[in-house]
């Protein structure tokens, strides 16, 4: 009897496929628990499926939804044009001096809520001050690279 | 004593400043410390070790302590630690109390702060030359061991669990190290993406993602409207702040700042985790508790001297396990690693000198903190109301050095940044939990080296249990927590049924 126990714990593993050992098992674990909490919720799940997810709710009640895709977008062109405008001047950081004003600009804009004219002379400051104070402190002071 | 020389005017300076850009994010609802320590490494990447280290500690004091701020004047947790602070801070603000709560909590946050710092300086040590002897399988047992913990205190266990296991299975992406005993080879990707994932996502733009950009998503989502209070708040009027309001709080304030320490300890529990704990502890031995919650001292002491103890309490898994205990400590892992250096169990034996300037740090921090609050208070109520128009292109801004900069220049770190930023983002809408998440994702690839490694010499999982008598301590702690969890998930379903019975 002990005998076959301990004989069921044995493992052996292959060092050529030992890298996929550890994954594996995360893996099987991840859809166990994933299958439990299906189980545990099953009654919660039959109501989704009966009322095609009516009552879900990925978003918020009243979502800002211009302002989160809007975030999303800006973020997306950013990167791209850093790098884009970080190559035609390699090694200086201004692509992300350029990119950063503008998209400090914008993202002020898509998120301010009243604008005057005092509203719009602070985010003109903002977008020109900090991105060229980041670029001078951190990256001529500081030698940190830069896109 | 060669610390000392290593102190120079420049790491204070650091430190205080840290304290006060951490008391601000502190301040402004929605930021958290997590944030502030992750938006401010690249600062400290061209800074030596004890320099950086000064100012991260600072931010993360002073960004647990800046939270109660908004929590008495706006009824706003400024960070999820102090959402007991509102209980008895706000009905006290109403009353035209204002600075006397403010002051009480400042105090409050300075007696838990140091009581951890010494718990920290007299227990890390110790924990660290018991944790010396452990062998692979009792390394992977105390990994294991945290899981459960982050586990069974979460909200929901098995989704904590859950979120655990993805972290460690987005850390498993990239090669299987030739350097820690792997056979080189990738896995869990396409070979399109070898090119950029052979190591795996770095750490720190995945945490700078998760905590910054994730966080700005929510917001964005929200809205970004900057937080109205009810009303204009009269700061002084009323009972004026005295010391003697503190006579017979000894006891709560050790209980609290010991509950604060502890739960600073587990690894994956937050800061609210351990206010509300000091704050319910307290309403239970109460003389009168049906002042709590209407602007009792007794509340505020509890929560905010918890909420700083831990702090230190993080500190402690961190630097002798190599643990962290929060998500701020996780970042600050990410800090060591910067730095070239790797927390655990011989951490801080081999690096004696930065063992004691971080103490110095914490305790300085500490202070530093006690005193642009206490007398600079009205100043720093004013920080709440920073539009959030400015702060947050400034924020992503940040974010993106952080993450370029980690790697000394590669594009796929922003990349991962913003990947992160949607997960973190979508995670916390379908209820995944963070805290747990992160900590698999740090935890998980050394977890595999143990676990693998002790299977390749001894071919039997039995050894997991027979190895020493310190695994089967393991074994006992790992039983304790998990039956702790289903405990804890009895109760509140029992209360619960009653609540259903008297309604």
């Known amino acids: 009897m002990s005998q076959t126990l301990t004989s069921l714990l044995e493992v052996s593993i292959d060092f050529d496929q030992s890298h996929l050992f550890f994954p594996k098992l995360v893996v099987t674990l991840l859809a166990g628990m994933l299958l439990l909490i299906a189980v545990i919720h099953r009654a919660r799940l039959v109501e989704i499926v009966r009322t095609r997810g009516a009552g879900l709710a990925f978003f918020e009640e009243n979502a800002d939804k211009f302002r989160l895709f809007s975030t999303v977008g800006l973020i997306v062109i950013y990167f791209v044009s850093m790098d884009y405008v970080g190559q035609l001047f390699p090694n200086t950081g201004l692509g992300f001096l350029f990119c950063s004003i503008a998209f400090i600009a914008a993202l002020s804009l898509v998120y301010v809520h009243e604008v005057t004219r005092s509203v719009l002379l ?21 030698d940190i690279t830069l896109p | 004593m060669d610390f000392i020389s290593l102190l120079s005017p420049e790491y204070f300076l650091l430190a205080a400043a840290g304290s006060l850009v951490g008391i601000i994010f502190g301040a402004i609802p929605g930021m958290t410390a997590t944030m502030a320590v992750a938006v401010c490494l690249p ?74 710092a010494v718990i920290l300086f007299l227990f890390a040590p110790l924990l660290s030359d018991f944790a010396i002897k452990f062998s692979y399988v009792e390394k992977f047992l105390i990994i ?13 266990m098995l989704v904590g669990i859950f979120s655990g296991m993805i972290g460690v299975f987005l850390s498993l992406i990239g090669t299987y190290d030739v350097g820690v005993g792997g056979n080189g080879e990738y896995r869990l990707m396409a070979d ?85 704990l000091a704050y319910s502890q307290q309403k239970n031995f109460s003389k009168d508790p049906s002042k709590m919650g209407k602007g009792a001292p007794e509340g505020l002491i ?60 914490l305790v300085f921090a500490n202070l530093v903190m006690f005193g642009i609050m206490f007398f600079a208070i009205k100043h720093i109520a004013k920080v709440v109301m920073v539009p959030k128009y400015v ?8 974010c993106v050095v952080g993450a370029y900069a980690i790697n000394y220049g590669i594009m796929f770190d922003v990349w991962t940044l913003l990947i992160f930023g949607l997960f973190g983002y979508v995670a916390q809408k379908i209820g995944l939990e963070i805290a747990p998440l992160v900590i698999g994702f740090i935890l998980g690839s050394s977890a595999e080296v143990y676990f693998v490694k002790s299977l390749e010499s001894f071919g039997t999982l039995s050894i997991f249990f027979t190895k020493s008598p310190i695994a089967i301590v393991l074994w006992l702690m790992i039983a304790a927590s998990v039956l702790f969890s289903v405990y804890l998930a009895l109760k509140a379903r029992r209360n619960s049924k009653s609540r259903a019975i008297e309604v």
């Open chain 2, 144 to 156: 294991f061991f945290a899981l459960t913990v982050i586990a069974s205190l979460s909200s929901n």
């Open chain 2, 43 to 116: 600062l400290t990447y061209s800074l030596g070790l004890h320099e950086g280290l000064a100012l991260l500690l600072g931010l993360y004091v002073g960004g647990i302590s800046g939270g109660l701020v908004p929590a008495i004047l706006l009824n706003i947790p400024g960070t999820p630690s102090s959402i007991t602070t509102t209980f008895d801070g706000h009905p006290m603000a109403q009353r035209g109390e204002a600075e006397r709560a403010l002051k009480i909590c400042i105090v409050s946050s300075l007696v838990g702060g140091l009581f951890s």
């Open chain 2, 302 to 361: 509890a929560s905010e001297s918890a909420n700083n103890a831990l702090t230190g309490g993080a500190l402690i898994p961190l630097l002798s396990l190599g643990i962290p205990g929060d998500s701020t400590t996780a970042v600050l892992i990410g800090a060591f690693t910067l730095q070239g250096l790797q927390v655990g169990p011989l951490f801080i034996g081999e690096n004696l000198d930065t063992w004691y300037s971080m103490m110095i740090g």
């Open chain 2, 391 to 398: 702060l947050y292109p400034i924020i992503i801004m940040m």
């Open chain 1, 122 to 142: 602070v985010i003109a400051c903002n977008a020109l001050i900090a991105p060229l104070a980041v670029w001078y402190v951190l990256g001529s002071l500081f």
């Open chain 2, 192 to 276: 399109f993406m070898v090119p950029y994932l052979e190591e795996g996502f770095s750490l720190l733009p995945v945490l700078i993602g998760l905590f910054g950009l994730a966080t700005i998503f929510l917001e964005a989502e929200r809205g970004a409207k900057d937080e109205v209070g009810e009303k204009r708040i009269q700061l002084t009027q009323g009972t004026p702040f005295k010391l003697n309001v503190f006579r017979g709080q000894f006891v709560n304030m050790l209980r609290s700042s010991s509950i604060g320490t502890f739960v600073g300890m587990l690894p994956g529990i937050g800061g609210s985790a351990a206010s509300v």
